[in-house]
């Protein structure tokens, strides 16, 4: 990925990775053809290869993206949700929760899957370093939860006999799959009821 300073070029750049974003969400990663994401972002070939060494190089980047835009929505969006209780730990958690629950919520009626989802799909088995990438995702969206359930471990009394690596591991499986299958099932309610469930499954995880 090339170096970018020049707030103009910033602007470029950022008009070609929310275009790609877009088409890779709603066609996958393949069919996202590069000629579509320059007329989308309205720009030249030639900006293009100013930024991005080729597509693939593009890819990497709006995965990068991605993240980075979903971690700064979760924190304003927490950000006006009450306020957990601090000497319980794990009510710091129902609020990333609740985040994302109100993340998908607003997406909802948007057209076009989730990307880390198509591309972990179309990818991982076909391009190693995109599947590592992918998996670096899926860790980071663990690692959001990792402190607070250690925390909650340690307050509990509970922290020798709880793997929280594996609970931070399970919360994302939980979350990715609700999402996929509530688009699929076109039932709004799926995910609101899996992330109840999922409290009341570390609720009883993490009982003294």
Known sequence: MK???QPRALETREKILQAAARLIALKGYHDAKLEEV???AQVTKGAFF????????LGFAVLDWHMDQRSKLLDEIELGLPLAKPADPLQHIFRRLDAIQ???RRRDGCKGGCIIGNMSTALSDCHDGFRKRLAACFDQMAQEFLPGLKAAAQHRGVSRRTNTTELAQYIVTVIEGAIMQGRTLCDATLLPRQL?????HLKKS???
Do not use: G, Q, S, T
Not at 50 to 57: A, I, K, N, Q, V
Not at 196 to 200: P, V
């Open 196 to 200: 109840a469930c999922l409290k009341e």
């Open 3 to 5: 170096d970018v300073k």
């Open 206 to 208: 993490l009982a003294p």
């Open 38 to 40: 320059l007329d989308a």
């Open 50 to 57: 100013h930024h991005f060494h080729d597509r693939e190089d």
């Open 102 to 104: 109100e993340m998908v």
